[in-house]
């Protein structure tokens, strides 16, 4: 290994922060811009939310979701008709005030999200029940004027995809809301190896405007929480706002209802801090921009370029390969893919064709496999879904380890002083008590897990009647 590229990473233990700065530069997923908290985000990074995008996109568009596109300014008096919607975001809201030379007559806001947008829309074309439902997608940015940036966890400009669909009723509204979810919760699990837990947030933590926020909680490395995609159960609010009323079979005007749900790239951060290490980023493969790294030993020698091509031409059938032929050394190049997370290098030279054979080494854990080359596409499709399987586990007991049951205040305490990750305790529903938890621990309240367990009969803060299980958390 090029120990002088190594080095370049700081340890996670050493500076959690840094580490972290040092894989998303050094792994050329993204850079800073001349624009405070914006980044640029490098082929590499996008390559992966190219990936997150293919799969939602063909799953939502496989149940009649179709994407459309909203424009990136907002009136102010069309920001405000839903007033605790604003409220919750003027914080964050960037304003245009000005045009050309010109003074505007009204300030226009630059898309912190689309609802009102989407409302305005919806209040024109919506008339009949047959009209709906309405399932609407848009890929695309916002801004929300974050005071403490961080890439692609917390930015003043990131890409996501935001749902917006109208039903005719709640129980429809409700059930498209929590299929929602459930997507986001495959797309860690079965793409990003990445562990969640589905949840829905307390009266306080919801979004601005929702009747119910859902959600996906998952632990980091440092033993934050991050909260990884949300569904939004909108109820009539938005309807009324905005007019949108539609005539039911009987000829009646009904308001419709509405949801509205999203995951950013803040999924790439989350992948970095879920399973990296040391040496940089460690790729769950399913998500890949390059599964498989083929390296040529003594390349120079006859014959070893021409099977390293001859092995490409065999994997890019049903991998993502790539060939590094450079003059860089054999170990620099070991370094700089170990850096990136590819998934598997594959090792070819003299000695190995003289034996019709490979190697392949394993990013995640570094595990050295002697192969023939006979049957090699499938040898390595296998060994990536068995990559993918271990990262899953190891992020699953990772998380599984570091949460902790509280039943008092004095343990929930200790805890966050001494332990990290989540604490599972018992709530009494009242706000008070999630308020002084939060000022004495410094944890919020991550989560109302769906499924639900009875830890213990009683509030961990107040101690009177508890039927709440919370997961609570430092997050970021």
Same mark, same amino acid.
């Given at each position: 290994m090029d120990k002088k590229l190594v080095e370049q990473i700081t340890s996670r233990s050493e &500076?959690?922060?840094?580490?972290?700065?040092?894989?998303?530069?050094?792994?050329?997923?993204?850079?800073?811009?001349?624009?405070?908290?914006?980044?640029?985000?490098?082929?590499?990074?996008?390559? *992966?939310?190219?990936?997150?995008?293919?799969?939602?996109?063909?799953?939502?568009?496989?149940?009649? !979701?179709?994407?459309?596109y909203m424009p990136i300014f907002i009136p102010e008096h069309l920001l405000e008709k839903e007033k605790e919607h604003v409220e919750g975001f003027a914080p964050e809201v960037a304003w245009v005030t000005e045009g050309g030379n010109e003074k505007l007559t009204e300030k226009l806001c630059v898309r912190p999200t689309s609802e009102t947008l989407f409302c305005e829309h919806f209040a024109k074309i919506i008339h009949s029940y047959k009209d709906l439902p309405k399932l609407y997608n848009q890929w695309c940015s916002v801004i929300r004027w974050e005071k403490t940036t961080r890439p692609f966890l917390r930015t003043a400009e990131f890409l996501w995809q935001e749902g917006?669909?109208?039903?005719?009723?709640?129980?429809?509204?409700?059930?498209?809301?929590?299929?929602?979810?459930?997507?986001?919760?495959?797309?860690?699990?079965?793409?990003?190896?990445?562990?969640? *837990?589905?949840? /829905?947030?307390?009266?306080?933590?919801?979004?601005?405007? =929702?009747?119910?926020?859902?959600?996906?909680?998952?632990?980091? !490395?440092? $033993?934050?929480?991050?909260?990884?995609?949300?569904?939004?159960?909108? $109820?009539?609010?938005?309807?009324?706002?905005?007019?949108?009323?539609?005539? &039911? /079979?009987?000829?009646?005007?009904?308001?419709? !209802?509405?949801?509205?749900?999203?995951?950013?790239?803040?999924? *790439?951060?989350?992948?970095?801090?879920?399973? $990296? &290490?040391?040496?940089?980023?460690?790729?769950?493969?399913?998500?890949?921009?390059?599964?498989?790294?083929?390296?040529?030993?003594?390349?120079?020698?006859?014959?070893?370029?021409?099977? =390293?091509?001859?092995?490409? &031409?065999?994997?890019? #059938?049903?991998?993502?390969? #790539?060939?590094?032929?450079?003059?860089?050394?054999?170990?620099?190049?070991f370094s700089e893919y170990e850096m990136k997370g590819v998934p598997v290098r594959l090792e070819v030279g003299p000695r190995d064709i003289e034996k019709n054979q490979v190697v392949l080494v394993r990013r995640d854990t570094g595990e050295k496999t002697v192969v023939p080359m006979d049957n090699l596409e499938n040898q390595v499709n296998s060994l990536l879904d068995k990559i993918h399987d271990s990262m899953y586990k190891k992020a699953k007991d990772f998380r599984d380890n570091n949460t902790h049951d509280a039943f008092n205040m004095e343990q929930f305490k200790d805890i966050e002083e001494n332990k990290s990750g989540f604490v599972r305790a018992m709530w009494c529903g009242d706000a008070k008590c999630e308020e002084k938890i939060r000022e004495i621990t410094g944890a919020t309240s991550r989560c109302m897990p769906l499924k639900q367990e009875h830890i213990s009969d009683t509030c961990v803060c107040c101690g009177k009647k508890a039927d709440k299980l919370v997961y609570w958390g430092r997050a970021y």
């Open positions: &500076d959690f922060a840094q580490w972290y700065t040092d894989i998303v530069r050094k792994a050329e997923l993204a850079d800073y811009s001349s624009v405070r908290g914006c980044m640029i985000i490098r082929p590499y990074g996008y390559a *992966i939310w190219e990936r997150i995008q293919k799969y939602i996109d063909a799953k939502i568009k496989g149940t009649g !979701h179709e994407n459309v917006h669909t109208i039903h005719a009723t709640r129980e429809e509204a409700e059930k498209e809301t929590r299929y929602i979810l459930d997507l986001y919760s495959e797309l860690c699990k079965d793409v990003l190896a990445m562990p969640v *837990i589905q949840g /829905k947030k307390t009266e306080s933590e919801k979004f601005a405007g =929702a009747v119910d926020t859902y959600t996906i909680e998952s632990l980091m !490395h440092d $033993g934050k929480a991050l909260q990884a995609g949300t569904s939004h159960y909108l $109820g009539e609010n938005f309807a009324r706002a905005f007019g949108i009323q539609y005539s &039911d /079979k009987e000829g009646k005007q009904q308001y419709v !209802h509405y949801t509205t749900w999203a995951v950013t790239t803040r999924l *790439i951060g989350a992948i970095i801090m879920i399973h $990296g &290490d040391d040496d940089g980023m460690v790729m769950p493969p399913r998500i890949a921009p390059i599964q498989v790294i083929i390296v040529p030993i003594a390349q120079h020698k006859s014959g070893v370029l021409e099977k =390293a091509n001859e092995l490409k &031409d065999i994997l890019s #059938k049903s991998v993502r390969v #790539k060939i590094d032929d450079s003059d860089k050394t054999p170990g620099w190049k």
